[in-house]
Nanobody
């Protein structure tokens, strides 16, 4: 069975940092584009950043210069380093795996809460 398990969320003060991790299993990890999405209360889920199996990546404009996505294919893991956190970053963060060719499979983790507050 396919599983995506997020960890690393928590409470942090504005200007602080957190690193989120996502461990994947049950799929050929290198064949999937990995992404981080977030959803704040009362708002739609939005893409934060993504990274391809070959390491090509992109960030949403709202987090450019502050967040960095990375992956370790040998560990079937993807990470999101979040620096200079703002209250607007408060949301549930979800790990996503998408196969953009062939079958078009897509999978989601259960989410991890990030709260930025004084």
């Amino acid at each position: 069975q396919v599983q995506l398990v997020e960890s690393g969320g928590g409470l942090v003060q504005p200007g602080g940092s957190l690193r989120l991790s996502c461990a994947a299993s049950g799929l050929i990890f290198v064949n999937y584009r990995m992404g981080w999405y977030r959803q704040a209360p009362g708002k739609q889920r939005e893409l934060v950043a993504y990274i391809s199996g070959a390491g090509y990546k992109n960030n949403a404009n709202s987090v450019k210069g502050r967040f960095t996505i990375s992956r370790e294919n040998a560990k079937n893991s993807v990470y999101l380093q979040m620096n200079n956190l703002k209250p607007a970053d408060t949301a549930v963060y979800y790990c996503n795996a998408e196969k953009l060719w062939d079958t078009g499979d897509a999978w989601w983790g259960q989410g991890t809460q990030v709260t930025v507050s004084s």
